[in-house]
């Protein structure tokens, strides 16, 4: 795969929902500010070997929580994509994703990191960190490539971010929630045992994974685009001793990766949050230009609007598939489900689909009302959306 992979995930930050916002709006439809987060290096993050594709170290930003939530702690891996060979991880450390040099030293904290009730009613005071994702293997990799002075070092970074997370008070959390969102929603998948593992078992600990849920799914072409790229992710990055052990031992590392592979061997209280036509999977995995070199499918994969009978009909064998891939994981009453029929992809980080005046909904609930009330166990939430085109709350992403 060419660096191009690296430059279509970042299209996607370039998008608006339909019928579209140009600003953050709030709960009351007023513009707000959001919360300015700092930068933090991982304290001897060098020494660790918790380093970025270049060698420079991982980092994070944090909001420290109060009142209530002074020792509650919420826990966000970024997502960014993955890099499957030389060229493209060489070419991601000149970016955020592969170095710390990098990196905006102030970023915006909303939906999710919010620190405004109105905004995010559940967690708004609790300590918020992201943890950057600058591996490109979903924080799982662990190799070296010294012609290249390529650092595969995932695995440590988040490791090491945890411990200095601990060390500021996340060892005595009440409560816990690991999250993320694309590659981050993959790797909270990965890791949720692990992150669990951390705290006594008196702490509350859960995970949530939004548009994390990438499918070994067939392409337009009928070959396996994303499982092609995945191996390349596992090989190049030593991804595969870290791996889950109940996974690894009965199938191939790759197939590991998936995370249709993973959930039923969670241990940890889950909630996938997922939109049934995910566009990152519908633009990189399943109609790619690769797979559909004479563009039959370039309008419908940019703007669901302009999709014909037989593409609508191949997405919602998609659909079928997500759900099919969720049937055991569902069934286990700790475990939540928000899958909603619309045409996009990471709802928690984004103000307007997190919790909003016209937020998404499935049988009228939001998503954060529906992960918090899974969380606190106010109600169990199972919610499966009707298939396209029956929800009329969808913010679906088309290019600006």
């Known amino acids: 795969m060419k660096a191009v992979w690296v430059v279509r995930l970042l299209v996607l930050l370039l998008v608006r929902w339909v019928p579209g916002y140009d600003c953050l709006v709030g709960v009351n439809g007023t513009a707000t500010q959001p919360l300015l987060v700092d930068l933090t290096l991982i304290r001897n993050a060098t020494e660790k070997g918790a380093v970025c594709l270049d060698g420079t170290p991982g980092a994070y930003h944090l909001n420290r929580g109060s009142g209530s939530g002074e020792n509650n702690w919420l826990v966000e891996l970024e997502g960014g994509g993955w890099c499957n060979d030389i060229r493209t991880c060489v070419f991601r450390k000149t970016t955020p994703h592969g170095s710390s040099n990098y990196m905006e030293k102030q970023i915006e904290f909303t939906g999710i990191l919010s620190n405004k009730p109105e905004e995010n009613p ?21 190799g070296y490539n010294e ?13 090491a ?60 072409a009928g070959g396996h685009t994303l499982r092609s790229f995945y191996e390349g992710v596992v090989t190049l990055q030593g991804v595969a001793k870290n791996l889950p052990r109940t996974c690894t031992a009965k199938m191939d590392a790759t197939s590991c990766f998936f995370p249709q592979n993973l959930l039923s061997n969670i241990q940890t209280p889950t909630f996938l949050l997922n939109a049934a036509y995910d566009v990152w999977q519908i633009q990189e995995s399943l109609a790619t230009k690769e797979a559909d070199p004479k563009g039959y499918w370039q309008a419908c994969k940019f703007n669901y609007s302009k999709c014909n009978d037989d593409q609508i009909k191949f997405l919602q064998g998609f659909r079928n598939q997500m759900l099919d891939a969720t049937k055991e994981f569902s ?70």
């Open 147 to 159: 012609a290249a002075g390529l650092y595969f070092r995932g695995q440590r970074i988040f490791q």
């Open 161 to 220: 971010a945890m411990e200095d997370l601990m060390s500021k008070g996340m060892q005595s959390a009440n409560q816990a929630l690991l999250t993320g969102c694309s590659a981050g929603g993959l790797a909270s998948i990965l890791h949720c045992d692990e992150f669990q593992a951390l705290f006594p078992g008196n702490t509350e600990v859960k995970c949530l994974a939004d548009a994390g849920l990438f499918l070994d799914a067939t392409d337009v």
């Open 122 to 142: 559940d967690f708004y005071n609790w300590n918020r960190a992201r943890i950057l994702y600058c591996d490109g293997a979903s924080f799982a990799g662990e």
């Open 331 to 400: 069934n286990l009453k700790q475990n939540g489900l928000f899958i909603n029929s619309c045409f996009a992809h990471c709802q928690s980080e984004r103000q307007d689909t997190w919790y909003g005046d016209n937020s998404p909904t499935i049988q009228d609930k939001g998503i954060a009302k529906s992960v918090g009330d899974w969380y606190f166990d106010r109600a169990e939430v199972k919610e499966i959306d009707c298939p396209y085109p029956c929800d009329k709350t969808c913010h679906n992403l088309v290019p600006r």
